[in-house]
Each structure stands twice: as C-alpha cells, then as structure tokens.
C-alpha cells in the first residue's frame, strides 16, 4: 500500500517510500479521509500508453516538451475551485500524466467553512472530487505549519511595523512556487501547472511571463516574485482563455466546481477581519499611541498602528476641531508609535522605494538602471509610466505622474514600457515613499 502522503513536506524524505511507490506501482488505492478533506489520496490504474518509450520525435507538444502528451508528467496544483480544476481535467483529457496536488494550509472556524476562500476542508473534498471523475492520482500535503510560518506570522508582523502585506503573494512566493515545486520535482514531474491567468510564453532568450489575455481577471501582480528558475518549470494553461470559458469547459466536463464562487477573502481571513488574526498571533503586540498631523500636534489617541493602513479615512475617531476637510492616514510610523493624518493631497507619491526586487526582464537588472517602464502599484489599477532606477544599492521607481495612496508592504510590479504593458518584468516590496 501506498504510505500517507498527508505530511509536512519540509522533509521530502518522510513520504520517500510514498514517492517510489508513486514512481513505479500505479495501482489503484483511495484513503476515504475525514471530513474535512485530510489524508486523501487516490490513484488510478496507469495506461499502457503512459508507459512507452519516450519518443524520438521533435515536435514539441501543448507544453513545450518533445514528447507526447502520454510521456510527459504534470503535477498540477489544485486549490478545489474551478479554476484548478479545470487546468488538471483538459491536461488530463488532453491524455498528459496527471497528478494533482492539494496543500491543506490552515484549518480554523470560519475558514474552512468559507465558499469564497481556499485550500481547506470543503476545497481539498472538491479537488478530490474532480481527480476520481477524470480519474487521476490526487494527493494532500499538510502544510499548515509551513503557512503559518511564512504567510500568517510575516502576516501579522508587516501590521505591526505599520505595512500593509499581501499574503497572496507571500504565499505564491514561498509555499506554492517554491516549496511545492520542489515536491513536483522530486515526484519526476516534468513541470507544474497552475490555474492562474497569466501567459508564459517563450521568447529569443527564454520563456517571458506575460498578463492574462483576460485583463479583467490577470494576476500577474500576484505572481511578480516568480523567478527564471521558477518559470522555466511552471506552466499556466488558463493563461489564454477568459473565466467565461473557463466556467463553460466545467459545466461541458461535468465538474462539481462548475459553479462554485471564486475565492474573493484572504484564505485565512474569511471574514475581512485581518486584526483578528494578528490578535491570535501576536497576542497584545498592539500599542496604543497618538494621531497627529503633518505637524506633530496631537489630534487623538489610537488602539495601535496594527488598526490603520494608509489612505483610510473612516474610523479615526477624531473630533470636529480637526478641521472641515477630511483627514486621511498618510503614514504608520510604528517606531514612535504615531499615525500621521492630512488631506487627501498629502497622500500623493511619486518615489517608491523597493526591497526584494526580482527581475525577469531582459539583462540584468543593473542593466535596467535609468529604464522606462511601467508600474503597477495596486492590483486593480493600471500599469503606469514610470523610471526604473539601479544605483549604489538601492532600486526605487519615479512615477511620471504621482498617485495617492500607496504604502510600505504593498508591491510595485514592473511591466515593459509599451501601450498594452503586456510582459511581466518582476517587482519589489515597497519599503517607503515620497
């Protein structure tokens, strides 16, 4: 029998056995699991056709490789939402060796019960749902220490330095597209598929990570830190397609996700309640402090930084004296324990500061040094014109035109300088402004 694959893969050697057995017995074994999804793991029997000699052939098939779709093994991660679902089931049915993947990341009131988060109880049954009906191996890591240890903590912890984090792409950063894809390698994956909309697609000196052909949907803001490295092996097959589509391919193949809301909250924060996480994290870590202008008076007190995020104006819970216009957060100053308030111009940025910087653009990133580029500051705004510079160890950005609003934590996504920005250049977290 194949041994319980349910294991914290920081140590591939716990589940090896498992590997070997998966590598070289198809044969076919299910675990009911409990129900919340956990320890699940199904296998089919192998085709004969998936068992051939590898092909002399040149031609490359859908994924870039020169073999047929029967000789070539993808391990697709799958969160247990369409679109996952749908990359795992048209790879299978294009007759790929398919196997899917589910991290079980967290597992806590709310959440798990949650129709529009991911990768708990309900998602790991659905993702195990659609491997039976097509009929391809399945199988559930228990990553939740490895989530909380990179995601929740650096979470709770860009708060409380007054940032604002995105967790999402912490997450793509180090659980899925590095810890992961280091178990689809050591599976003898030839590559890993996502359902993300993002275009990889080869260029003169290699493959290019490029924006959704549905704009509407791209998420290549999330997926900035993916490295050369990292996208020579991945593949994005919903890249091309629009969610209408998608949700079509579902209802035609019959899967059980056809319908299913897609993820809109933080995973682990289903209820939007982001402070209350931090309070379960770091348990009285919050400081009370002042509220005080552009000029240092004090115009109120605050519960601590954790609560505020640049460019709020509800719930400062200031008087009338402070004057008529509307007050803004313009800057958490975690340090002296302050937030700082002014009006709305006072939010407008035109230097961004960037930590962390990853560059998949042409050359070098020093070689990018004085670029015209295009940025993006927020997920749901447009790339804008902007300078890129490399110099004495600091990388910053000048935005041709300034923009309110933006705040340490977040990230500054570098796009190619052309109308339609279409090619993903890399990015960087935002360590100040001015």
Not at 77 to 88: E, I, L, P, R
Not at 253 to 263: C, F, I, Q, T
Request: charged share 25%; aromatic share 8%; with cysteine.
């Amino acid at each position: 029998m194949l041994g319980n694959l349910n294991a914290d893969a920081r140590s591939v050697d716990r589940f090896d056995s498992g590997l070997k057995l998966l590598q070289e017995s198809w044969a076919l074994q299910q675990c009911a699991g409990d129900d919340r999804g956990r320890c699940v793991h199904y296998m089919p029997a192998m085709s004969e056709s998936a068992m051939i000699t590898p092909s002399k052939s040149t031609e490359l098939n859908s994924l870039g490789f020169a073999k047929t779709p029967a000789q070539t093994r993808v391990v697709v991660a799958m969160s247990g939402g369409v679109d996952s679902s749908v990359c795992a089931a048209l790879l299978a049915r294009e007759g790929y060796e398919v196997i899917g993947v589910t991290l079980q990341l967290y597992d806590h009131g709310a959440a798990v019960k949650s129709a529009k988060s991911c990768c708990a109880g309900q998602d790991i049954y659905d993702a195990r749902r659609v491997s039976e009906m097509i009929g391809f191996p399945h199988y559930v890591l228990d990553y939740e220490s490895k989530f909380r240890d990179a995601v929740i903590e650096d979470f709770a912890d860009t708060y409380l330095k007054g940032a604002t984090p995105i967790p999402c792409v912490r997450c793509n950063q180090t659980v899925k597209f590095r810890d992961l894809l280091a178990v689809a390698r050591d599976l003898g994956a030839d590559c890993m598929a996502t359902g993300h909309y993002i275009q990889r697609i080869e260029g003169p000196d290699g493959p290019e990570l490029h924006r959704a052909f549905d704009g509407g949907k791209d998420q290549s803001y999330f997926l900035f830190a993916t490295t050369r490295e990292q996208l020579d092996f991945l593949r994005f097959p919903l890249g091309h397609m629009d969610k209408t589509e998608t949700r079509r391919l579902a209802e035609e193949m019959g899967l059980n996700v056809a319908s299913k809301p897609d993820s809109q909250d933080i995973c682990f924060v289903p209820e939007g309640r982001y402070t209350d996480v931090i309070e379960k994290v770091r348990p009285h870590a919050a400081k009370p402090g002042d509220i005080v202008d552009q000029s240092g008076r004090v115009l109120g007190r605050h519960r601590g930084v954790m609560y505020y995020t640049v460019g709020q104006r509800r719930g400062l819970g200031l008087g009338q004296d402070t004057g008529t216009d509307p007050l803004y957060v313009i800057r958490l100053d975690a340090d002296a324990g302050q937030v700082v308030v002014g009006p709305r111009e006072a939010l407008l940025r035109s230097t961004i500061e960037l930590g962390e910087v990853n560059w998949i653009g042409p050359g070098t990133l020093a070689d990018a040094d004085g670029s015209d580029i295009h940025v993006k500051v927020r997920s749901t705004r447009p790339p804008e014109p902007a300078t890129l510079h490399v110099r004495d160890g600091k990388i910053w950005v000048e935005l041709a035109t300034a923009e309110a609003g933006i705040s340490p934590g977040q990230a500054c996504v570098f796009y190619e300088a052309r109308d339609d920005a279409q090619r993903t250049l890399g990015g960087g977290w935002i360590t100040a402004t001015a």
